[in-house]
């Protein structure tokens, strides 16, 4: 017996960190150039990324800081109403562990207000950066999250204990290799080099029935290139016929009830 839902041999994750321009707003508030590249997300690449999930009928969670749900309401609106989940990721996409024990309250709870006025209650949390505290832990029990997607020491979703205790909380664990900023904002590779770098390792996911996390960001995934690798490996992937898309909420629950 395999652990995912009868049919399906492995489980794919897509996940999108919706920053826009929250991380440069905190870190540049003056450089307005660099904040412009964020603008891309909410006036371009969010369209075009729901258009595409339409397409394939695929479901995703948005990992969406405070700031860009203030911002950008409608856009943040639009996720929900073509059935994605929206999860929680700071407020201005700020580093946890270089604030002060009140700051990171205010964070949260700011986040947790500005997800409100959406209609959202998250279950799930992504530290910006993966950057997680003692404290970080704290708030997300306090807040009644369900799952954290943060570490990178499976491949497996697991119950997350730290330093040693249960936090209830489900892990869907992540991974640098996974993710679209090393490979296109920070190296700036060709679309072909990530893909040849996702494959196979989705490949060798699937052959060991386990779970595939990839981690986007609109702004860079979302230039056309990009995006129509991203619609190839999906495709693919789909054409398995035992691949299962979930969002993060239904993984973590799934998880919860296996491993209860």
């Not at 017996?1 to 399906?8: C, E, H, L, Q, S």
């Amino acid at each position: 017996m395999g652990f995912w839902p009868d049919g399906y041999r492995c489980a794919v994750f897509l996940s999108f960190d919706y920053d826009a321009s929250s991380a440069v707003m905190w870190r540049l508030p003056l450089d307005v150039v660099a904040q412009s590249r964020g603008r891309f997300a909410p006036k371009v690449a969010i369209p075009r990324i729901l258009d595409m999930l339409d397409r394939q009928g695929v479901r995703a969670t948005f990992f969406t800081p405070g700031w860009t749900v203030d911002n950008y309401p409608e856009s943040v609106e639009e996720i929900i109403s073509r059935g994605h989940e929206v999860a929680g990721h700071g407020y201005q996409h700020e580093r946890m562990t270089e604030i002060s024990a009140e700051a990171e309250e205010s964070v949260f709870d700011r986040m947790m207000a500005a997800l409100e006025r959406v209609g959202v209650k998250p279950e799930g949390y992504r530290a910006p950066y993966w950057l997680v505290s003692d404290r970080t832990i704290r708030h997300l029990r306090r807040l009644g999250f369900r799952y954290s997607s943060n570490f990178m020491d499976d491949d497996m979703p697991y119950m997350l204990r730290y330093r040693g205790e249960e936090t209830g909380l489900v892990e869907l664990p992540v991974e640098w290799m996974l993710d679209d900023w090393p490979q296109f904002e920070t190296n700036r590779r060709a679309p072909d080099d990530a893909y040849r770098l996702w494959k196979p390792e989705f490949e060798g996911i699937y052959e060991l029935g386990r779970y595939f996390c990839l981690t986007c960001h609109p702004q860079a995934i979302g230039r056309i290139s990009r995006l129509r690798m991203l619609e190839r490996l999906i495709e693919e992937m789909k054409a398995k016929g035992d691949v299962w898309f979930a969002t993060g909420r239904e993984i973590a629950d799934w998880t919860r009830k296996k491993l209860s």
